[in-house]
């Protein structure tokens, strides 16, 4: 994927037993409930010293004060600091935002201001801005006959599956979450209807149902349902004493954004209620925060229950529900109160009860009409088929999130000797994204988004367009984009720290310029209304110049020492623990490259990139009639010299192997041993470290595998050419890249297939099956299938069956394990890596569909 740091971010949430802790294990501290003051007799001399002490302390508060105006009023005029003297790094490239388009103003920006936005958490709600009011659930599991807190999607959790079975992306979602014996079922439901606040009403329905396997004993459950205020903003509990016969108002607070507002929770069952109030400027460790309070209680009182107590000014509240399976609650937030006119029991009837339920059908009878709107597969696939497709389109929606930061951007400490961080801080932004795997990625990564975007355009192009957008949004003056996105405290508490700082050498593959492409295809053919072809094209009109100067990044900062060669920068030529320097930025991490980096080095898969970028930019201005109004690039030449067959084999063709390969300093002979190395605390310890037995030469670097393909995806290669035929005799060998569940991501035959590459990263693209290569893959044995030439009927054929493979394994995991997975496994099939990927794994629906980009 994309670096180590998406294999070792792994969640750094506690997990507290409950009941039976140590005296001392929750960090509650309690003030002395009294003081033991002296009997000396004060003297006079000493109160009139307190007396000025107090006047000075006095003085110099408002003298700090001052000083503070006076600065701050310097620096917003930019008086002080000299704006031009910033580093370039963190400098915002110079140009409208994207997300200042009209396009993305009024009734756009409105409907998607509430959402599930929160991919992190097993079920969350926020608005898109920095500074939200924030719903979120947890509620009380068991592993290993002890409770524990579930809240952060976790791996560990082992729940038998979780993640959303309908989701629209707008207002709608429907989600299932398994544990044990128990089903809790999450809906979440938005209405404009009577609303007065900012983005409307919303509510949450939670079922919870027993599985049935404990014999006819009913289980109680202990839900935490959650509202925090990011901004601080002080929130009204409705009572004291919780009584819901009287009254189903739980908490009350007023924003700027949506005024005076209101949440409820309304239920038919017999529930016992019990809540806390937090002042914290952070929420990332509110599930610390309840499982200190359960186990205070637990060890005072022998009760599974919170204190019903809160802390002056809180601006969080914990609600804990507990009663006997089955019960159903309901949870309506309305806004914009404004006295009587603002019929609130009227809205809150329509959001919760039987009006509720039948929202709810209507909502998931228009999901399914939209689902079959867009893929049309009732035709072609069975009900399992058609489960997964809903299932892989639903997480995807329901996995977008959105956050607010800085990112961490890596810088010498020579270049700022004044400091001891190693790192400059982005400007503060904002990102609405889609996110690669809600347990394990739960954030923005640049070249997955390109492969999200390509399934989601054809749901909602709004949506893409938003997120491609505040993507773009995020470009620098010299036109680069970090390529992982950690923005905000809960996104931090997720990665460890030395995976946070991004290098601003270091690129990613550009794949937005997939999802743009294909959306230009997709005006050619007429896919879109008039108005909905204006939209796109006002979008593209003011993305340009920000896609030019990106391009222009890589052009410079990546390329090689031949012309039409790049190579992808920052891997380590000093490094003795890996097998094969990692090449992170490529997205392929332990792909074997030339044995040891250099400048000579060339990268077949980057030259593509490059191709499909230049094909783009080339698209756009021909499509805009803009040629003359950017760069002095001239695209169609750069695509042209990119595309170039002859060039591409002079640089990357082996005939020999029938394959195409990197160019680099490489030898075969290079393996991990284990040797004594002397630690920093002056210890020996055995270790593997790398050692090279023969002397490396610059020349073709001998792996086939996803690499090799490059070519052959990106259809450079003419359908009437013999080696186009050897590409597939490469794909449909089963000693070579094919196997009955899908390509493998290097050949069987590769003195690197299966190997670590140190002593604690196991193989990550040298075997397994991923998904987005087997679609990048199947779209090209598709368009050499259409076109004529010689071997039209061999790419048919090959497309068939590798289509076939990939769906039945999917669907089979699926079933069996309950999640949709990161990769599959070479020999089995089985689901490896993290699970609920439905980050570009979601391709699968596309393939179903059989709808693949035009190129």
Same mark, same amino acid.
């Given at each position: ?231 601080? *903003? @002080? ?11 009287? =009254?189903? %108002? #739980?908490?009350?607070?007023? &924003? !700027? ?85 603002? *019929? @609130? ?11 509720? =339920?039948? %929202? #709810?059908?209507?909502?998931? &009878? !228009? ?489």
């Amino acid at each position: 994927m994309t670096g180590t740091s998406r294999r070792s971010a792994r969640g750094r949430i506690k997990s507290t037993s409950f009941p039976g802790g140590d005296e001392g294990s929750d960090s509650l501290s309690y003030p002395p409930s009294s003081i033991r003051r002296g009997k000396g007799k004060e003297l006079v001399s000493i109160g009139a010293f307190k007396t000025n002490l107090k006047i000075l302390v006095a003085l110099i508060i408002l003298g700090i004060v001052f000083i503070y105006f006076v600065i701050n009023q310097l620096v917003s005029r930019g008086l002080l600091f000299d704006e031009s003297q910033k580093p370039r790094v963190i400098t915002p490239f110079p140009a409208p935002k994207l997300m200042d388009l009209s396009m993305f103003q009024g009734d756009h920006k409105e409907s998607l201001y509430w959402g599930t936005y929160r991919p992190h958490v097993y079920f969350g709600v926020r608005a898109r801005t920095p500074q939200s009011l924030v719903a979120g659930l947890m509620w009380l599991g068991v592993k290993d006959e002890m409770y524990v807190m579930r809240h952060f999607c976790e791996n560990s959790d082992d729940l038998s599956t979780f993640g959303w079975r309908e989701h629209n992306g707008r207002d709608f979602g429907r989600q299932e979450l398994v544990e044990n014996d128990m089903i809790l079922e999450t809906s979440f439901v938005k209405s404009k209807e009577d609303s007065l606040g900012y983005g409307g009403d919303w509510a949450v329905r939670i079922d919870v149902k027993d599985k049935g396997l404990n014999d006819g004993a009913k289980r109680s459950a202990h839900l935490f349902f959650y509202l925090a205020d990011e901004g601080g *903003n @002080v929130l009204n509990l409705g009572h004291d004493n919780l009584d819901f016969e009287k =009254s189903s %108002l #739980l908490v009350s607070g007023s &924003r !700027e954004d949506v005024g005076d507002w209101q949440i409820h929770l309304k239920s038919q069952n017999q529930l016992e209620t019990h809540y806390s109030g937090f002042k914290t400027p952070h929420i990332y460790n509110l599930s610390d925060l309840v499982q200190q309070n359960l186990a205070l209680q637990a060890r005072k009182f022998g009760r599974l229950q919170l204190s019903d107590t809160s802390e002056d000014s809180s601006n969080i509240y914990i609600f804990q529900i507990s009663g006997k399976l089955p019960f159903t609650i309901d949870i309506p937030f309305v806004s914009g109160i404004k006295g009587e006119s603002s *019929n @609130v029991e009227k809205r809150l009837s329509s959001l919760s009860g039987l009006p509720l =339920s039948d %929202l #709810l059908k209507k909502k998931h &009878r !228009e999901f399914d009409t939209k689902f079959e709107e867009c893929f049309n597969l009732s035709e072609k696939h069975d009900s399992e088929t058609l489960g997964v497709g809903k299932t892989a389109i639903a997480n995807m929606l329901g996995g977008i999130g959105y956050f607010y930061g800085q990112s961490k951007i890596y810088v010498s400490k020579s270049a700022q000797p004044e400091s001891r961080n190693n790192f400059l801080l982005y400007w503060p932004a904002e990102l609405y994204t889609a996110v690669p795997s809600r347990p394990f990625f739960p954030r923005g990564f640049l070249w997955d988004e390109g492969f999200h975007q390509l399934l989601i355009w054809r749901w909602d192009f709004r949506i893409t367009l938003d997120i491609v957008g505040h993507w773009l949004d995020l470009l620098n003056i010299d036109g680069w984009i970090p390529r992982e996105q950690i923005l905000g405290a809960e996104a931090l508490s997720k990665v460890p720290e030395e995976f946070v700082v991004q290098y601003p050498s270091n690129g990613n593959p550009p794949t937005l310029f997939l999802v743009i492409r294909d959306l230009i295809d997709a005006i050619r053919m007429e896919k879109f209304t008039a108005s909905e072809r204006d939209e796109v094209l006002s979008f593209l009109e003011r993305a340009s110049v920000r896609l030019d100067a990106w391009f222009q990044w890589f052009n410079t900062s990546q390329s090689g020492k031949e012309i039409g060669s790049y190579f992808w920068h920052g891997r380590d030529n000093t490094t003795i623990r890996e097998l094969n320097p990692k090449t992170l930025s490529s997205g392929l991490d332990d792909y074997p490259r030339a044995s040891h980096p250099s400048e000579d080095e060339r990268h077949v898969d980057l030259r593509c990139w490059m191709y499909l970028a230049a094909d783009c930019m080339h698209s756009i201005t021909e499509f805009l009639g803009i040629e003359d109004k950017l760069s002095k690039e001239d695209y169609n030449s750069t695509a042209k010299l990119l595309s170039n067959f002859n060039l591409l084999n002079q640089m990357h063709y082996d005939s020999d192997h029938g394959a195409y390969f990197d160019f680099g300093n490489h030898t075969e002979k290079v393996k991990l041993i284990r040797k004594e190395v002397i630690q920093e605390n002056g210890q020996l310890s055995r270790q593997l470290v790398r050692k090279t037995y023969g002397k490396p030469k610059l020349k073709l670097v001998p792996h086939v595998g996803y690499v090799s393909l490059f070519p052959f995806m990106s259809r450079i290669i003419p359908p009437d050419s013999p080696i186009l035929e050897k590409q597939l005799d490469l794909i449909s060998n089963r000693s070579i890249l094919w196997s009955d569940y899908g390509l493998v991501s290097l050949a069987k035959t590769s003195s690197m297939y299966m190997k670590r590459n140190t002593e604690h990263d196991a193989p990550y693209w040298r075997g397994p099956i991923w998904m987005n290569m087997n679609y990048m893959i199947l779209s090209s044995l598709h368009h050499y299938s259409k076109v004529d030439g010689p071997y039209s009927e061999k790419s048919r054929a090959i497309y068939t069956e590798l289509r076939s493979n990939l769906i039945r394994n999917v669907v089979k995991n699926y079933y069996q394990t309950g999640y949709i997975w990161e990769q599959y496994d070479q020999v089995k099939g089985t689901g490896k890596g993290t699970r609920l990927f439905t980050g570009w794994s979601a391709l699968t629906l596309l393939i179903m569909s059989e709808d693949y980009p035009i190129f």
